[in-house]
């Protein structure tokens, strides 16, 4: 047998095969990418809302009954209720020590406007976030 045998069987393929054949092969690859390329943008996107909806979470928490925002629209009415230069509803005014008691970047943002206004218990309490008290808890 030798090496040079021709094979009678193959033919000629018509004009224009090869080229129909590759471009079947470069739109099956090009659609591949562009599934891969939807599934990482699918995936920054759900990323992204995850984050603002966390970020979101954060800024509004809700603690003593009312958000971040609400509660730092009340610092000037809190300053003058603690100061007793005006009187505030027992409501909002029991609603922002317990905010200011466990946000810590409220009262931060509290102390930092009205040094030494806050009494020494709340000013002196770490910002400790409630899930790691939780956590404590559950570990201790």
Same mark, same amino acid.
């Given at each position: ?6 094979? %009678?069987?193959?033919? %000629? ?24 390329? +939807?599934?990482?943008? &699918? ?17 509004? $928490? ?17 300053? %003058? ?5 005006? &009187?505030?509803? %027992?409501?909002? &005014? $029991? $609603? ?26 709340? $000013? ?15 570990? +201790?």
């Amino acid at each position: 047998m030798s090496t040079n045998q021709q094979h %009678d069987d193959w033919r %000629d393929c018509p004009i224009g095969e090869l080229s129909q054949m590759v471009g079947r092969l470069n739109a099956a690859q090009r659609q591949a990418r562009m599934k891969q390329l +939807y599934g990482k943008a &699918a995936a920054c996107v759900l990323l992204v809302a995850v984050g603002v909806f966390a970020v979101g979470t954060v800024l509004s $928490s809700r603690y003593g009954g009312i958000t971040c925002p609400e509660c730092q629209e009340h610092f000037v009415a809190f300053y %003058d209720h603690q100061t007793k230069a005006t &009187a505030m509803d %027992d409501a909002l &005014a $029991s $609603s922002m020590t317990k905010h200011l008691e466990n946000c810590g970047s409220c009262r931060s943002a509290f102390e930092k406007s009205y040094p030494g206004v806050l009494p020494a218990e709340l $000013s002196d309490q770490l910002a400790v976030p409630i899930f790691a008290v939780a956590n404590f808890a559950t570990l +201790y």
